[in-house]
């Protein structure tokens, strides 16, 4: 079982580049997010996905972009890359049962110099 | 608002000495209440649910509403323990929405 897929897993980028950090699930779970975590602050949510075609912002959206096309793939894009953004990003994705477990991907690791 | 707290960065104990991880939160209505461990190059895993009330790699967690508290405990704490612990809530109808505390880095020595 693939579970939650995340790609890439390391990154280097320059100030004011643009990537896309991808994410899939197999699990056709319905629920897809977005974390980023840092040093002494925990996971914070960036965007999350109720379902295929919406989406919504969470406690840290400046900066990211995201968009849900399928029940699959969830992915993550930085505008104009900053270094405030260097992080260790994670998806993860739940079904929309009560108490459900969430599932997380390996991580990207991005460093924005 | 919607916020959970965990006060230690960093807790060190010796093999075999209890653990206490503490967790305290803030919501409203009723919340659903996670651990999640990440152990050492490895992704976040689900350790506990409140709603299971069970008992993984001998720790637990009592979801106390009063205190608003969820702490994990372990009574003999090992070596293989050493990892990062997340506290996290789920609000009602949130969507999948998960809040995490900073987390608590548990290091135990031999």
């Known amino acids: 079982n693939a579970g939650v897929t995340q790609t890439p897993k390391f990154q280097v980028l320059k100030t004011g580049q643009s990537m896309t950090l991808q994410c899939a699930q197999d699990?056709?779970?319905?629920?897809m997010s977005w974390y980023r975590q840092d040093p002494g602050m925990g996971l914070r949510l960036i965007h999350y996905s109720v379902g295929a075609g919406i989406t919504d912002q969470g406690e840290v959206p400046n900066g990211y972009n995201v968009s849900r096309s399928t029940t699959e793939d969830f992915p993550l894009r930085l505008l104009s890359a900053a270094p405030s953004q260097t992080s260790v990003y994670f998806c993860?994705?739940?079904?929309?049962?009560?108490?459900?477990?969430?599932?997380f991907g390996q991580g990207t690791r991005l460093t924005v110099v | 608002a919607q916020r959970v707290t965990q006060p230690e960065k960093l807790l060190s104990v010796f093999k075999g000495a209890p653990v206490e991880l503490k967790c305290n939160y803030s919501?409203?209505?009723?919340?659903?209440l996670f651990w999640y461990v990440q152990y050492s190059r490895q992704r976040l895993q689900l350790l506990l649910r409140?709603?299971s009330r069970e008992s993984i790699k001998g720790f637990t967690a009592d979801l106390n509403k009063g205190e608003t508290s969820f702490h994990l405990k372990k009574p003999f704490a090992q070596e293989e323990d050493s990892a990062m612990y997340y506290c996290a809530l789920r609000g009602y109808n949130q969507g999948g929405k998960l809040i995490f505390g900073q987390g608590t880095e548990l290091s135990v020595k031999p």
């Open positions: 919501y409203s209505g009723s919340p659903e």
């Open positions: 409140h709603i």
């Open positions: 993860a994705s739940s079904s929309s049962s009560r108490e459900t477990e969430a599932f």
């Open positions: 699990m056709n779970h319905e629920y």
